[in-house]
Structures are given as structure tokens and as C-alpha cells.
């Protein structure tokens, strides 16, 4: 979590180990105008992705910067967002899911907003072939933002559920009222997702 302060105009952004001197200023701004606000800035990750009706299968990955104050997104404080993604087999022996642990990944770096919704993102990971299936993906949203003292820092939301193309598919097939809701194509391709024909 970072904290977001805000003088009605800007919006500038200090860290949870915002220093001492950092909190003087900000009472003295506090005591001078009254417009100030302060909100919290959060970076959530969907725990689980949905199942994409493609061939080679595929995976949409979610997320979202949530903060009460707009101005975050205009002001300059947030100079990039988006997705890592990686099997989760590449984590094992307690490795992380980050830009600089070593771990391969695939990056996606948000362009647009879902919907036109601030801070709402969102990447599929198309082309995971058939005997990937059952293979276990994870994601990571980050964010890389500036501070208020000029530093720099990137920070990453919790990383999502282990998930398989085949577990998502059983999954749906279970769920009746979905599955019959399908296409027939689309229900081939949950069977054959699923290990099921």
C-alpha cells in the first residue's frame, strides 16, 4: 500500500514508510488548506483467471488500481502498470514472481483501461497448447510509481491462484447451467480442455 495525498489540484504519492520530515510537510499543507485529502492506493489481483474458448487454449488475467482520488492517474505518479505471468512451476524452491528475481515471465504492459474503468486492467495469455493443460499459471499485476521525495519504486499486488486450463474447463463442465449455455463448439473445446472426450 502507498498513500495517495492530495491538494484538490494534484495528487502526489508517499510511500507507507513515508519519512518523519514527509509528515511535517504534510501537516503543514493540512494547516494551510483545508482541500487536502488523503486515500489509499492498492493493487488487487483476481485470484483466479477466466478460461478463454480458443485454440490453442488460453487464459485472461485481471487486475486493478484502486484509489478514491482520480487525479493519481493524471498526475504522473504512476508511470507504468500492467501483468506478469508465468507458470508456476518456475517458482518452485520459493522463488519470486518479479522483474528482478531471475524468474522467466511474460510481461504485458497496460495500454488501455477495461471499459474505459481507471486502473482497470486485464491481458489474456493465449497459445498454451495441449499437453500445457494442466499446467498451473500464475500472475502478478505491478505498478511502477514516482514518489514525492523523486525516488522510484515498483510494486506488485499479491500473486494469483495456481490455475490450469484443465481445472478451469472440469470446472465449467461441473457447473451445468454454464455448460449448457455454451456453444456446441465451445462445449467440444471444455470437453477437450477438460480430458473429457
Known amino acids: 500500500m502507498i498513500v495517495n495525498y492530495s491538494d484538490g489540484s494534484s495528487a502526489t504519492l508517499y510511500s507507507a514508510t513515508t519519512t518523519p520530515t514527509s509528515v511535517s510537510e504534510l501537516a503543514y499543507n493540512i494547516y494551510k488548506n483545508k482541500n487536502v485529502s488523503f486515500s489509499s492506493v492498492n493493487l488487487r489481483m483476481s485470484k483466479t483467471p477466466n478460461l478463454k474458448y480458443v485454440k490453442p487454449a488460453g487464459l485472461r488475467f485481471s487486475g486493478k488500481i484502486v484509489c478514491e482520488d482520480e487525479g493519481v492517474f493524471s498526475s504522473g505518479s504512476i508511470v507504468e502498470s500492467g501483468l506478469l505471468i508465468a507458470p508456476n512451476d518456475y517458482l518452485s524452491n520459493g522463488s519470486e514472481l518479479s522483474m528482478n528475481s531471475g524468474v522467466k515471465y511474460s ?8 471499459n474505459n474503468v ?24 505491478y505498478m511502477i510509481v514516482n514518489y514525492a521525495d523523486g525516488s522510484r519504486a515498483t510494486l506488485y499486488s499479491a500473486v494469483s491462484t495456481p ?26 473445446l471444455i470437453l477437450e480442455y477438460a480430458g473429457l472426450n
Do not use: M, P, Q
Not at 481507471?118 to 499485476?141: C, H, M, P, Q, W
Not at 490450469?164 to 462445449?187: C, H, Q
Open 163 to 188: 490455475t490450469s486450463v484443465s481445472e478451469l474447463a472440469y470446472k465449467t463442465f461441473r457447473n451445468k447451467t454454464v455448460y449448457n449455455s455454451l456453444s456446441e463448439a465451445n462445449k467440444e
Open 118 to 141: 481507471l486502473g482497470s486492467f486485464a491481458t489474456s495469455f493465449d497459445g498454451i497448447i495441449a499437453k500445457n493443460y494442466e499446467r498451473d499459471f500464475v500472475s502478478r499485476g
Open 107 to 114: 510481461k504485458v504492459v497496460t495500454s488501455v483501461w477495461v
